[in-house]
Nanobody, 124 residues
């Protein structure tokens, strides 16, 4: 088991920045591929970004590429999502995700563990 707790969401204006954090507890953090998904009102949960066990490989959804950066600190059991140049369409609940032992799926049904989510609202 692993427990995931997100923080850092909030209200930001268009073009602004936020940094989300996800603190993990439980099993060995470095054994998990980590990532972020988001779910906007009335829409399905969608993949945002993922990062490999040691942090050397990252992958992003096209919609956030060049604006968002995922990183992790295995010593602190924490994964981050730096979000820049935010747009109204980035408004969503952002969920931290963990997948043990394999490359993280980009489909929500393939995820082992979820956090409770943190709301990001981008106002125009």
């Amino acid at each position: 088991q692993v427990q995931l707790v997100e923080s850092g969401g909030g209200l930001v204006q268009v073009g602004g920045s936020l940094r989300l954090s996800c603190a993990a507890s439980g099993r060995t953090f470095s054994s998990f591929y980590m990532g972020w998904f988001r779910q906007a009102p009335g829409k399905e949960r969608e993949f945002v970004a993922r990062i490999s066990f040691g942090g050397h490989n990252t992958y992003y959804a096209d919609s956030v590429k060049g604006r968002f950066t995922i990183s992790r600190d295995n010593a602190k059991n924490t994964v981050y999502l730096q979000m820049n140049s935010l747009k109204p369409e980035d408004t969503a609940v952002y969920y931290c995700a963990a997948q043990m032992g394999v490359v993280m799926s980009t489909h929500p049904s393939g995820i082992n563990y979820w956090g409770e989510g943190t709301l990001v609202t981008v106002s125009s």
